[in-house]
């Protein structure tokens, strides 16, 4: 155990702080978790010993950058599907008649692939919603936290476990599934409340603060409509009571538009304000189809939301009103969601794209966002969904020693002419030459420290000859499903929802042509 600080002199430093110093020189001085000191001089005037010193000269110092949302079980999934509407996506992603469980192994190992490519891309901290096929087990929790624990990352993990039958979680399916079909959903596992509230304590007790803080609990519904009303308030008693972030996935279709007035008579929004459970412990996930009285009450809830522009464009789910959510007031994060609708986790990427998606929504370019907003999102913002906005994402004494270091020295930068528009617009994460976490250096000289990367990517290529049998199993199910999932979408099509998010009216007209 190292009795010194880590210093690093001579650095670009932009640390995104309350006071958004950015100083050309400076030093920032590590002591075991947290900045000690930060500043022109800092090293020179720090009194304690020094166990390591790198020095930063050519490189830019600033906030790791914080994944807000993923779900690690797609990790072996890239490129595995072509795009296709959530609905039929999550038909062959989480098969509803899967009958086999992950084997603890492979749990562990994707869980780190997808960890060793955050952190080579200078992401410090992953807020996964990690869903369980099947079902939900301590096993497959401890699989998950371990894996974290051991690659070094900083990781909030929630159990994103719907618990009602397939078919209520959509408009219209039951009457358009066949008899054996309906039958096969029904007798198919599926965890009672109390069960999967005890496994929440679970994961509260063994793992929240676990890595001396690296890792967290948080709660996830998965998505209102996928969960019974006990299960739901039992989890925002927990989110409450523990101070835990809340992830639930609202209004990302034009569908679940048409199932909360088909099921509710109102918006998911609203139905979740009506139960009493929207707060500002709640990171909301997509908010595509969201109207303005939607965002009037998360606004006024204190909500999060998160952001995934480029699974919401592989989906083809629609644009997020980026604007009318920022100008409510709702704070924003960015993710990639996951690695079957991202195909990678380039947080670089997401900015990107969240930055260039919102010109085709709005005609003034005076109100497209600018790129400083999308750097916040992909920092503080994140932060703020986890409950820790005071000592994450930013570069400040006392913060979390969450660092990355980027070389200037490549072509994102050459010329530099301005630093926040060339990281949202022309960085990409191959700048990226150190990543710490926790005070800890966990990625230099193009190799992550914590463990052997050849031989991980060898085991998961391995597993990955089991895996595709279960895959195709499970395929199997979705596809004799997918006819009457379809049938449901043409039926949705039908009804009109208010707000629009998509550019099909503009694609109508060229085939009119």
């Known amino acids: 155990m190292s009795t010194g600080a880590l210093v690093i002199t001579d650095a670009r430093v932009l640390a995104l702080d309350d006071a958004q110093h950015a100083w050309p020189c400076a030093d920032i001085v590590i002591e075991g978790s947290r900045i000690a000191a930060i500043g022109p001089g800092a090293a020179s005037a720090w009194p304690g010993p020094v166990a390591r010193r790198i020095d930063a000269s050519g490189q830019l110092a600033m906030p790791g950058l914080i994944n807000a949302h993923f779900h690690s079980p797609g990790n072996l999934m890239k490129g595995c599907l072509d795009g296709m509407p959530l609905e039929l996506f999550m038909l062959y992603e989480v098969p509803p008649l899967a009958a086999a ?32 096929v099947p079902v939900a087990s301590r096993a497959g929790i401890d699989a998950i936290m371990q894996a974290y624990a051991d690659v070094g990352i900083r990781a909030t993990v929630a159990i ?37 509230l005890a496994l929440y304590q679970y994961l509260i007790e063994g793992w929240h603060g676990a890595a001396e803080g690296r890792l967290a609990a948080a709660v996830s519904c998965s998505a209102p409509q996928r969960v019974s009303d006990d299960y739901f308030h039992g989890l925002a008693a927990l989110s409450r009571d523990h101070d835990l972030p809340f992830n639930i996935h609202i209004l990302e279709t034009r569908l679940q538009r048409v199932l909360g007035d088909q099921k509710y008579g109102k918006s998911l929004v609203q139905h979740v304000h009506d139960l009493g459970l929207l707060d500002e412990r709640m990171m909301v996930i997509h908010a595509i189809w969201v109207d303005a009285h939607d965002i009037e009450l998360l606004a006024h809830a204190g ?38 609708t991202d195909d990678t986790v380039n947080l670089w990427a997401v900015a990107k794209t969240a930055a260039l998606l919102q010109t085709l929504t709005e005609a003034d370019d005076r109100r497209w966002p600018k790129a400083a907003e999308f750097l916040y999102a992909a920092t503080r913002g994140g932060a703020r969904a986890l409950r820790r906005a005071d000592d994450l994402g930013q570069l400040a004494v006392g913060a979390a020693a969450d660092v990355i270091l980027l070389d200037l020295d490549t072509h994102a930068f050459t010329p530099l002419n301005d630093l926040t528009r060339q990281l949202v617009y022309c960085e990409d994460g191959s700048s990226v030459r150190t990543t710490i976490v926790h005070g800890a250096v966990v990625f230099e000289a193009g190799r992550v420290t914590t463990l052997d990367e050849r031989a991980l990517r060898a085991e998961a290529r391995s597993l990955m000859a089991g895996y595709r049998a279960q895959l195709a199993d499970a395929n199997r199910h979705a596809q004799s499903l997918e006819p009457a999932y379809r049938a449901m979408l043409d039926r949705a099509a039908q009804f009109p929802v208010g707000p629009q998010r998509r550019l099909d009216a503009l694609s109508s007209s060229f085939h009119q042509r």
């Open 160 to 196: 994103d476990q719907p618990n009602i039958v397939e078919y209520d979680k959509y408009p219209f399916l039951e009457a358009l599934l066949s008899v054996e079909q309906r039958a096969a959903m029904s007798a198919a596992p599926r965890q009672s409340s109390a069960e999967l």
């Open 101 to 132: 469980a992950d084997a603890e192994r492979l749990v562990y190992v994707r869980t780190q692939l997808g960890a060793v490519e955050m952190l080579r891309r200078g992401i410090t901290t992953v807020h996964d919603d990690a869903y369980h």
């Open 303 to 340: 909500c999060t939301v998160a952001h995934n522009p480029v699974c919401n464009l592989r989906l083809g789910s629609g644009v997020m009103p980026w604007r009318a959510l920022r100008e409510a007031g709702v704070p924003l994060c960015l993710g990639t969601d996951e690695m079957n």
